[in-house]
C-alpha cells in the first residue's frame, strides 16, 4: 500500500504516467508470487551487478518516473557509492515531465542529473522517444542500470556493447531475456542491496570482481527463478485451505 500510495503521488505531481500504474500493478503481481522477498537467484544478480558497476569506467543508471517515485533517495546513494552518473531516461517523454523527475531526484539529495536539455543524442534503431539520451550518459557509457526498463531499449543498449543490468519481476519479459543481468526483485528492495554488495566488494581486487562477473550466468539465473516460482506455487496449492488462499463456500 505505501508503494501505490508513491506511485498515485507521483502521478498526481506528472511524475507518473497511466501506463507506469499498468506496469506496476503489473509487477505487484509477480511480487506476491515470489513473496515479497529477495529471493537467492536475485541476490546472486545484486551481487554481480553491483561487481559490474565497480568495474565500470562510466557507469550509469537509468531513472524514469516510477523509480524516481518509488526509491529516489535510493538511487543517488546508489550513486555515490558506485560512482555512477543519473540519467532521466522515459518512454512517455515530455521536457515538463523529463525536468519534474530531476527536481524528484534532486531533492533526494542528486547534485547532477543527465537527461533533461542535454538529452541531444540517440540511440540507434530505436523509434520510441528512449532513444534521446544524453552523450555524457547513457551513450558514454559502459555498464548501463535501467530499473523498470522496455526490452526495446535493452536490446538497443546491447547491440551498442553496453552491460545492461535490469531491475524487472518478471522473469519472462524482454527485457529479463535481453539484459547482461537480470535482477528479478522489487526496485525497492534491489537497488539497497546492489549499494550493500558494492560497499562490500569494494574490499575486492578487480580481479576478484571480474570473477563474479564471469562466473555470472543469467540464463541459468532465470532459470532459477522460474524454479522457485514453481517450487513456491506448488508448495501454496498444496497449502492453500489452511492459508485461506482457497474460497470460502
Do not use: W
Amino acid at each position: 500500500m505505501v508503494l501505490r500510495e508513491k506511485l498515485v503521488k507521483g502521478f498526481k505531481e506528472g511524475v507518473v504516467v497511466p501506463e507506469g500504474l499498468i506496469a506496476h500493478g503489473r509487477g505487484e503481481c509477480f511480487d506476491y508470487i515470489l513473496g515479497e522477498e529477495t529471493i537467492a537467484p536475485a541476490l546472486k544478480a545484486e551481487k554481480a551487478a553491483a561487481a559490474a558497476l565497480l568495474l565500470a569506467r562510466h557507469p550509469v543508471i537509468s531513472v524514469n518516473g516510477n523509480t524516481a517515485s518509488l526509491a529516489a533517495e535510493e538511487v543517488v546513494k546508489l550513486a555515490e557509492e558506485v560512482g555512477a552518473k543519473i540519467e532521466v531516461n522515459l518512454f512517455y517523454r515530455t521536457e515538463e515531465r523529463a525536468a519534474k523527475i530531476r527536481e524528484v531526484l534532486m531533492r533526494a539529495g542528486a547534485k547532477e542529473v543527465l537527461g533533461v536539455e542535454d538529452a541531444t543524442a540517440t540511440i540507434p534503431e530505436l523509434e520510441s522517444e528512449r532513444r534521446r539520451v544524453s552523450p555524457e550518459g547513457i551513450l558514454k557509457a559502459d555498464v548501463v542500470l535501467v530499473p523498470l526498463e522496455d526490452g526495446d531499449r535493452t536490446e538497443a543498449l546491447r547491440r551498442l556493447g553496453k552491460t545492461v543490468i535490469a531491475v524487472d519481476l518478471n522473469p519472462l519479459s524482454r527485457t529479463s531475456r535481453a539484459a547482461s543481468i537480470t535482477i528479478v526483485d522489487n526496485v525497492v528492495r534491489a537497488l539497497p542491496k546492489i549499494r550493500a554488495f558494492a560497499r562490500e566488494l569494494k574490499g575486492y581486487t578487480d580481479k576478484d570482481k571480474r570473477k563474479i562477473i564471469d562466473e555470472y550466468d543469467n540464463e541459468a539465473i532465470l532459470k532459477e527463478t522460474l524454479r522457485h516460482i514453481k517450487e513456491r506455487l506448488d508448495s501454496l496449492t498444496q497449502q492453500g485451505i489452511s492459508l485461506n488462499l482457497l474460497p470460502r463456500n
